[in-house]
Structures are given as C-alpha cells and as structure tokens.
C-alpha cells in the first residue's frame, strides 16, 4: 500500500474511531527487534514487517499503531481477505466503528465469507484485552508462548 494511501486511511480511522490511548507509549524498534532469536515476538514481527515490505505504524492511537503486531499474533497475512477478518477480531477486542464499516465491506464485495467473520469475532471475544497487554514486555519470548498466555487461537486454516 503507499504511503499516501496508508495515511489517508489513518487518518479516516482517527476521525471514525474513538482514540484508544493515543499518548501511550508504543514504538517499534526494528534494528533490535531484528538481533532477538527465531521464534520469539519481535523477531517475527521484525520478519513480518521486513517480508512485507512495511514499515512500522508511528502514528494514529494504540491499536493502530499495534496493528501489525496483531497480524502477527493471529498468524493472518495483510493479503486482502485477511485483513478484513483481523477487522472483526479487533472489533471484538475494542469498539472500533471503521471495523464494522472494513467487515461489511469485505462481505459485501465478497472478499471475506460470514464463516471468517464469524472466527474472527469469536477468537476475539475469546482473547484476552490486548488493550491491556504491553507488547514490548513480550518482545523476547517465544510467540508460542505469548500467544498462550494471551488466549489467542491462530485464525488461519
């Protein structure tokens, strides 16, 4: 997505969405995250921002700014379709108005099934609150590891 792009929808999202914790702390360090072992969270973040070719969000509230880290605790790529189930997750975790309107779109243009909606919402009612979860207290254990202490389910088949 270009940059232009990625801040226009920022944006939108800001003016849609309740800010959640917008002065909270939360930056991602990629040269360090990239020197941690295979496995662990910020290692795998690092490779999933390096392998998509993303840099990290610094802007917006808290959850946009965790945004990739979140496709990386459910194991869901930023492909299209997996980007509109992450929405329904979020949604259950947080009240995010622009989910619902992604969700609906997704449904409606036919890139995303009720039946992935439905697993998103469900795994995100079954997580714990991320809102209250400090990533970067996590960045050195193994994402197995984190994603069991955070009751989260891998929503790909």
């Given at each position: 997505m270009a940059d232009g792009q990625l801040g226009a929808i920022l944006r939108m999202a800001q003016i849609i969405n309740p800010q959640i914790e917008s002065?909270?702390?939360?930056?991602i360090d990629l040269e360090k995250?990239?020197?941690?072992?295979a496995?662990?969270?910020?290692?795998?973040?690092?490779?999933?921002?390096?392998?998509?070719?993303?840099?990290?969000?610094?802007?917006?509230d808290w959850i946009q700014r965790n945004h990739d880290v979140w496709h990386v605790l459910t194991g869901l790529s930023p492909s299209t379709e997996d980007e509109f189930i992450l929405q329904a997750f979020t949604r259950a975790?947080?009240?995010?108005?622009s989910c619902a309107i992604l969700v609906l779109v997704g449904l409606i243009s036919g890139k995303c099934t009720i039946g992935?909606?439905?697993?998103?919402?469900k795994y995100g009612k079954l997580a714990d609150q991320l809102i209250d979860w400090n990533p970067e207290s996590d960045?050195?254990?193994?994402?197995?590891?984190v994603r069991k202490k955070l009751?989260?389910?891998?929503?790909i088949d």
């Open positions: 002065d909270r702390h939360f930056e995250l990239r020197q941690l072992p496995g662990t969270l910020g290692c795998e973040v690092a490779r999933f921002l390096d392998e998509q070719g993303f840099e990290p969000i610094a802007s917006g975790q947080v009240f995010r108005p992935q909606i439905i697993k998103g919402l960045w050195e254990t193994p994402l197995s590891e009751g989260i389910l891998l929503l």
